[in-house]
């Protein structure tokens, strides 16, 4: 009898199961590759086309003629006619009350004139047009055929930024304290030994800071609107625009490839420090990158003490009997809870009974305000960490089981104590399973939404946690989120067509940031590992 021609017995499923990984591996790279993709594409300066219309055909665009100046982001086929249109972006929303729109293709000439101008406003989105001249205050207007109107201009937009800034500064930070300080001293007026003499100088002191900084603040705002900028429509209307509106220009059309590059670099470097603008469909997400990374590092610094010396009771001190293992099963099943029951329980618990209490004891004088009764960072934090604590533990007590009982034994044999043998042998070879568990429990809360937007996660947070004002790190405020921020655009956004790229350029730098987190918690397990490794030897 011969076996040559039979083949071997499972051949068939360890096929089956390599095929699965590689559908599994390309499903991966395919969706990064997608979110990769569009979410870079959507910095890179597109060119500016003027679109003629068919004789006869009518303008979608309020108010438009038979041309359209716009950026083609698509050209597709309709679903119902099954002809080809363009997806257009024709900004000027002030003017036509829309920015995106749909062409039929047929009949319709390209043109893409070298004189087109985009502007990047903080209000309507962009502008595109043809410039007419700039107008500096109490100076001649420069034409915009004139050899300086582009350095001009650039200065007068540059300046604008500088004065925007100092009113930022003015508004949020410096009025801010004084009316931070106003309210202390509306709170010490209700106190019992309250001094209304003195509270009332004070509050003088401090309305005349308050009329001072107000007053420079409109000064610079009349600054502001000193500056403008007149360009043409492509329908003939002229249009003024202050400076101080303008956050950026450039002309597309003239550009190469280099220049296309660093204008690419400059959205890109805005887009990563800029604060959210119309309705979180332009500007940046800094508050939202800031908010995610601080939050997840809390998550990280709650959930790993409490995880660690939960596994380490369960392993080393408690009776292995029934009572534990029913233990081990309820751990395990809380991991399976969906996470917007940790958000309910977050809510009722750290909020409204933690939270309630520490405004009764400590903050009584700015009741009925909230402080600690509220949605805040401090609460994000801990209801991700017991979301996330199954996680560490099962990973903790692996990580303690792993070591090898002889040196267990080696340390109690030299007459080391229990607990003096878990804290110098057991513990610091436990460390990188440790890690293992802190990386997956970083993973999981970084990116989740629904418990967040229960427990302390805003649409736009004005404030960040973390600022120059004592104690320097306000646990009690709101914070914005990458994972809400792309449920917001995606699902809340007025504008859906101009919150699309947003929403991929939020998603790409979200997998960036949680893959950044990781991997620096992966390389300490690394060394951790490597040095253990060489003192075993």
């Not at 086309?49 to 979608?60: F, H, Q, Y």
């Not at 109107?149 to 800034?165: D, T």
């Not at 947070?461 to 004002?469: C, I, T």
Request: glycine share 10%.
């Amino acid at each position: 009898m011969s076996f040559s021609s039979t083949k071997p017995r499972g051949e068939f499923l360890v096929w089956l199961t390599s095929a699965g990984l590689s559908i599994g591996l390309i499903m991966v790279v395919s969706i990064l590759g997608l979110i990769t993709a569009q979410g870079l594409r959507s910095f890179w300066p597109r060119p500016v086309s003027e679109l003629t219309l068919p004789a006869g055909a009518v303008s979608p665009l309020t108010g438009g003629g038979p041309k359209i100046l716009a950026e083609i982001h698509d050209t597709r086929a309709n679903v119902v006619s099954g002809l080809g249109e363009y997806k257009l972006n024709a900004g000027n929303k002030d003017a036509f009350g829309q920015s995106f729109l749909y062409l039929p293709a047929a009949g319709v000439t390209l043109s893409e004139p070298l004189g087109v101008m985009r502007v990047e406003r903080l209000e309507y989105g962009a502008a595109l047009g043809y410039p007419v001249a700039f107008r500096p205050a109490g100076q001649a207007q420069v034409a915009a055929d004139s050899p300086s109107f582009e350095s001009q201009l650039a200065s007068a937009v540059g300046q604008a930024g500088i004065r925007r800034e100092r009113i930022r500064d003015l508004e949020q930070v410096r009025i801010g304290h004084i009316n931070r300080d106003l309210k202390t001293l509306a709170e010490e007026r209700r106190g019992k030994n309250a001094s209304p003499a003195s509270i009332e100088t004070r509050e003088k002191e401090l309305q005349a800071a308050y009329e001072k900084l107000a007053a420079e603040a409109r000064t610079l705002r009349a600054e502001l609107a000193a500056d403008t900028l007149v360009y043409r429509l492509v329908n003939g209307t002229e249009k003024t625009m202050p400076v101080g509106q303008i956050v950026g220009f450039e002309f597309p059309n003239r550009m190469g490839v280099a220049g296309r590059f660093g204008v690419f670099c400059h959205h890109l470097w805005t887009f990563l420090t800029d604060e959210p603008r119309e309705a979180n469909t332009e500007g940046g997400i800094a508050p939202a990158i800031f908010g995610t990374t601080v939050m997840t590092l809390l998550l990280s610094f709650a959930v790993t003490p409490f995880g660690v010396l939960a596994a380490i009771y369960l392993r080393e001190y408690a009776r292995q009997g029934f009572l534990v293992r029913c233990i081990r099963i309820a751990i395990n099943n809380l991991a399976g809870v969906p996470s917007i029951v940790f958000g309910v329980f977050g809510l009722g618990f750290f909020v409204y009974t933690v939270g309630g209490t520490l405004d009764q004891l400590f903050f009584s004088a700015s009741l009925p305000n909230p402080t600690f009764g509220t949605g805040g960072l401090i609460w994000c934090a801990l209801t991700l960490a017991l979301m996330t604590l199954p996680v560490v533990i099962v990973a903790t007590e692996e990580a303690i089981a792993a070591v090898p009982r002889g040196a267990r034994e080696a340390s109690l044999a030299l007459g080391a104590s229990k607990w003096q043998t878990i804290q110098h042998i057991v513990l610091p070879a436990s460390a990188p399973g440790i890690l293992t568990g802190m990386i997956l429990a970083m993973a999981r809360g970084a990116g989740e939404v629904a418990p967040l937007m229960l427990v302390g996660v805003v649409k736009l947070a004005p404030s960040l946690p973390v600022d120059g004002e004592f104690p320097f790190v306000h646990l009690e405020r709101k914070i914005m989120h990458l994972g809400f921020h792309i449920f917001d655009l995606g699902f809340q956004s007025p504008d859906s067509d101009a919150a699309i790229p947003m929403v991929f350029a939020t998603t790409l730098f979200l997998i960036v940031l949680v893959v950044l987190l990781n991997l620096a918690a992966i390389v300490i397990r690394e060394r951790l590992k490597r040095r253990f490794k060489t003192e075993a030897v």
